[in-house]
């Protein structure tokens, strides 16, 4: 029973992990269709952010849940104005410049920060299930995991930003008549992405060695969640982060966690080949 509920743990933690680093992306992609390669280095901004102000001396969880998700948001609307605004519609020139730019700030932060490895320790502690030991940051990512996807969904149904954004996404021309400024919903919808991005570098800090290339590590995981899901930002993106979350986790217990890595992306593989469309286009076709 004790071993049940650790390994419960771990396959909450790989689902919330997962939904906390590919949300930024599925916003994006969802809404913009826009592949952004340089998801990746967003959420390594975060990571440093983070990093940084607590080195600084300020509290963590200003740094991680404030500060973080405001400094990416901001790098992302520069993004936005100076690259990404001239290249809509041209999907393949946008992952050609997305990927140029996590070159240059790999490279950037790399000539900045070096390659050492640098962190902060997990604010919270950890408590005992019979002979195995956990932490109790687990269950506060699934937290912050549930309350984002709440956020986004409050956002996207009941607010007004979120019914311009959506009418914005499907049709600029007709908005624009409306008196819509679709320029500026685009800018914003990125500068939120990227602010979700930031704020999961910041949230996996304090588990996860912060170095100028860790966005590699996380960017596989998020592309094939985010494809796995389908075009709805909120359905699609819970129901494959769930699905891919519990093989990762099961996979890794049973054999290794190399295996469960190579285990995830042979069954994203065969889900994207049964469901080209992914879950939501199957399931949830229309839905937010």
Not at 246 to 257: D, E, R, S, W
Request: glycine letters at 12%; hydrophobic letters at 60%.
């Amino acid at each position: 029973m004790d071993l049940a509920i650790i390994v419960g743990l771990d396959v909450i933690s790989g689902i919330a992990s997962l939904v906390l680093i590919s949300a930024g992306l599925a916003v994006i992609f969802g809404m913009m269709k826009i592949i952004n390669l340089a998801h990746g280095e967003f959420l390594m901004l975060g990571a440093y952010a983070t990093v940084l102000s607590v080195s600084a001396g300020v509290n963590i969880w200003i740094a991680m849940l404030i500060i973080a998700p405001v400094f990416v948001g901001l790098v992302g609307v520069i993004v936005e104005r100076c690259l990404i605004q001239f290249l809509y519609g041209r999907l393949v020139d946008t992952m050609l410049a997305t990927w140029g730019l996590s070159l240059v700030i790999v490279g950037g932060t790399t000539m900045i920060f070096g390659n050492t490895i640098v962190g902060v320790a997990s604010p919270l502690g950890g408590f005992t299930v019979g002979a195995f030991q956990s932490s109790l940051y687990t269950p506060f990512l699934a937290l912050m995991a549930v309350l984002l996807m709440t956020a986004v969904w409050a956002v996207m149904r009941f607010t007004r930003a979120g019914l311009i954004a959506r009418a914005v996404m499907q049709n600029p021309e007709m908005a624009a008549t409306l008196g819509v400024n679709p320029a500026r919903v685009y800018m914003a919808t990125f500068g939120a992405g990227a602010a979700m991005s930031g704020l999961a570098g910041g949230l996996l800090a304090p588990v996860a060695g912060v170095v100028p290339t860790m966005g590699a590590a996380f960017i596989a995981k998020a592309f094939i969640t985010v494809v796995g899901g389908g075009t709805s930002v909120l359905w699609g993106l819970i129901t494959a982060s769930g699905l891919f979350g519990f093989i990762n986790q099961i996979a890794a217990f049973l054999t290794t966690p190399v295996f469960g890595e190579v285990i995830l992306f042979i069954a994203a593989v065969a889900l994207i080949r049964m469901l080209p469309t992914g879950i939501s286009g199957k399931f949830f076709k229309g839905r937010l």
